[in-house]
């Protein structure tokens, strides 16, 4: 069994409605995403357009994380997914530089790498990943791509000549497909990047791997520390806590550290 | 021009999430930094050895492990405070995963500075003989002197493997296409000697004309080279797309631009002509200048290089 993902991006309609079960069936904090939606605007008026290209671990056959994963927190499992295992986890980051579509994040509240696992722990009991069953208009496809007659092979042999996968000259053979992509959805390069596309602030970049309240001394301390109830209020408002001066009379742990 | 209104040529991105900006940042670089040193002492300590007597460089037995041994422990001292689990680093020992050049590096390094700690102890000793001269440890390590001799090639040997490694580290991080193995090797090679006869200039006053002559020529030569080759990468590095990308942003003026070129001029142009003057003429306070300037120009060249190709989007 090898399983393997498919999208086909003439379905897809945005709603994100992916992208939000995701986060609730995995917890995934403020700040970090394990499946996105990115939106694309495309030629000038009145002849523009939109397209939406969800983007997740592509779980590659020959996935750069897992080799220079030096703990092997990153592994395989038999059925071709691409696993971590963050108690094992040293938090090098070494995978998130070497995963050439950027689908690894540091978790904030673990302080590990974490990513897109294809809901293994759903496929496990049978179940779907959270995002295939949310999707109102079945533009997620998944499945065994080893079984011929499975719903994800005959789609792929029924777009023969359409089936793409991002960056194959990497050479790190992704199971995971888009139909009806072309360049400019799924070449990072392809397309520009204007200051402030975000939907509710316009921060860009985040400036911090991680907590950002997870201090040196912390890295070594958190083990032996007691923990708070984590609840990530320090995400909601990261890039105004550090002008407003209000905040700066908080404990640390008021702030969501460790 | 129609050639910017078709679709081709107009995609933008409208709505997205934030991108992880730096994410390996000064603590690498500190950490490469150092690890140059630590390696490059032992390697040109060698050269020195190789080349000259002992006796015209008294303080070379037990200075070139000290050295060592301190640059490395700053090296292994950024390598685990930069991991956010510092404490799991156990698991390189307990798990290990042999395809990852971070594995390999870390028990190659791990061995190294073993055998420095080693020699560092025994010369220290023999050094110093009045030092804990009743003690029973310290007679022991003194009658095992000759412990140095024998494991001192298979440091010089090991000494080359553990600078290389991050460049193979690199080269597994994949989704940074300026990183490229040859360059990357080269660059790292390069890097020890520069950092290796920078250091031990400060350490040779007393150390023969001849031996500075030859320090002097390796940081000109080390210098010179490393110069050349971030010249060809920086300006003609255009056979692969993101390479490209992460260039055409520095070279418009962007993020790291200046650092770059402060870099070049401090760390290599100055240091090759006043390491090349002091091959003719022997001025030691213009020698320590160089080789200040080489070690800080190597730490910006290092740190741009290193953060650069981390400025580009993924996807």
């Not at chain 1, 392809?190 to 200051?195: G, L």
């Not at chain 2, 150390?207 to 080390?222: C, G, P, Q, T």
Request: aromatic content about 10%; some cysteine.
């Amino acid at each position: 069994m090898k399983l393997g993902f498919l999208v086909d991006l003439n379905l897809c309609m945005g709603c994100k409605g992916c992208e939000v079960a995701c986060k609730v069936e995995n917890e995934v904090p403020l700040s970090s995403w394990r499946l996105r939606v990115k939106y694309i605007d495309m030629g000038t008026f009145p002849d523009a357009s939109r397209h939406f290209t969800p983007l997740r671990c592509n779980h590659c056959e020959n996935a750069p994380c897992e080799r220079i994963c030096p703990v092997s927190a990153l592994h395989y499992l038999e059925n071709g997914i691409v696993n971590v295992d963050s108690e094992r986890c040293i938090a090098c980051a070494g995978c998130m530089m070497a995963c050439p579509y950027g689908a690894i994040y540091m978790d904030p509240e673990t302080n590990t790498a974490d990513k897109c696992t294809y809901c293994a722990h759903r496929i496990e009991s049978g179940m779907m990943p959270a995002c295939v069953v949310a999707c109102p208009v079945e533009a997620n496809i998944f499945g065994d791509i080893e079984d011929d007659n499975s719903h994800i092979s005959r789609y792929i042999m029924e777009h023969q000549g359409g089936v793409q996968v991002r960056k194959p000259e990497k050479h790190t053979d992704p199971k995971h497909f888009y139909v009806g992509g072309g360049n400019q959805t799924l070449n990072p390069l392809a397309h520009k990047r204007i200051e402030g596309y975000g939907l509710f602030n316009n921060i860009t970049h985040l400036d911090h791997v991680g907590d950002p309240h997870h201090s040196i001394l912390d890295r070594f301390l958190a083990p032996f520390a007691s923990h708070g109830a984590s609840d990530n209020k320090s995400f909601i408002d990261f890039k105004q806590t550090t002008d407003d001066n209000s905040t700066k009379d908080e404990s640390h742990e008021d702030k969501g550290g460790h | 021009m129609v050639e910017h209104t078709i679709n081709a040529t107009n995609a933008v991105v409208t709505m997205d999430v934030a991108l992880p900006g730096i994410i390996w940042g000064w603590m690498i670089t500190l950490n490469m930094w150092a690890k140059s040193i630590g390696t490059g002492v032992v390697l040109i300590g060698a050269f020195l050895l190789y080349r000259h007597k002992k006796e015209d460089m008294p303080s070379l037995r037990w200075t070139m492990p000290l050295i060592s041994f301190i640059a490395l422990n700053v090296f292994l001292l950024f390598t685990l405070v930069d991991l956010h689990q510092p404490l799991r680093m156990i698991n390189i020992f307990l798990h290990p995963h042999w395809t990852s050049a971070i594995t390999v590096g870390a028990w190659m390094a791990t061995i190294f500075t073993g055998l420095i700690t080693v020699m560092m102890v025994i010369s220290g000793f023999d050094a110093f003989p009045d030092f804990r001269r009743h003690c029973e440890v310290a007679k022991t390590v003194r009658g095992n002197s000759d412990v140095y001799e024998k494991i001192f090639p298979f440091t010089v040997f090991l000494a080359i493997p553990v600078t290389l490694y991050t460049a193979v580290i690199m080269a597994e991080s994949s989704a940074r296409e300026l990183w490229q193995a040859p360059t990357e090797l080269m660059q790292m090679l390069l890097a020890a000697f520069m950092a290796g006869s920078a250091t031990l200039i400060f350490i040779s006053d007393s150390w023969s004309k001849e031996v500075r002559k030859d320090l002097a020529l390796v940081l000109a030569m080390s210098v010179f080279f490393s110069f050349m080759m971030y010249m060809g990468e920086y300006f003609f590095s255009f056979k692969a797309a993101e390479a490209e990308a992460t260039l055409a942003f520095v070279h418009s003026g962007g993020e790291y631009n200046i650092q770059f070129w402060m870099a070049m001029s401090l760390g290599f142009i100055v240091p090759f002509f006043l390491a090349t003057a002091n091959i003719k003429n022997d001025n030691k306070t213009l020698l320590r200048f160089a080789a200040i300037l080489a070690l800080i120009g190597l730490y910006l060249a290092k740190d741009v290089w290193l953060k650069i190709p981390q400025l580009l989007p993924l996807s």
